[in-house]
């Protein structure tokens, strides 16, 4: 069942080119989703530093 599901949406529908562009939006969009994540961590580390230097210094 799963492999003539698999056959039909991935084999039979996509075109070749189809398959490429899937495959490297999949691929954009995980990039933009780890890249987003590394930059919210490390922005939320920056800004909790700086409010417990201003509390310091307060």
């Known amino acids: 069942m799963s492999r003539s599901l698999?056959?039909?949406l991935y084999r039979d529908?996509?075109?070749s080119?189809?398959?490429?562009?899937?495959?490297?939006g999949?691929?954009?969009v995980?990039?933009?989703a780890v890249g987003g994540?590394?930059?919210y961590y490390f922005h939320a580390k920056a800004v909790?530093?700086?409010e417990q230097e201003?509390?310091?210094a307060a």
Do not use: D, I, P, Q
């Not at 080119?17 to 490297?24: E, N, V």
């Open 30 to 32: 995980l990039v933009a």
């Open 6 to 8: 698999y056959n039909w």
């Open 13 to 15: 529908t996509l075109s």
């Open 26 to 28: 999949a691929v954009v």
């Open 37 to 39: 994540g590394t930059w």
């Open 54 to 56: 201003r509390r310091a």
């Open 48 to 50: 909790e530093k700086e």
């Open 17 to 24: 080119r189809g398959r490429t562009a899937l495959l490297f």
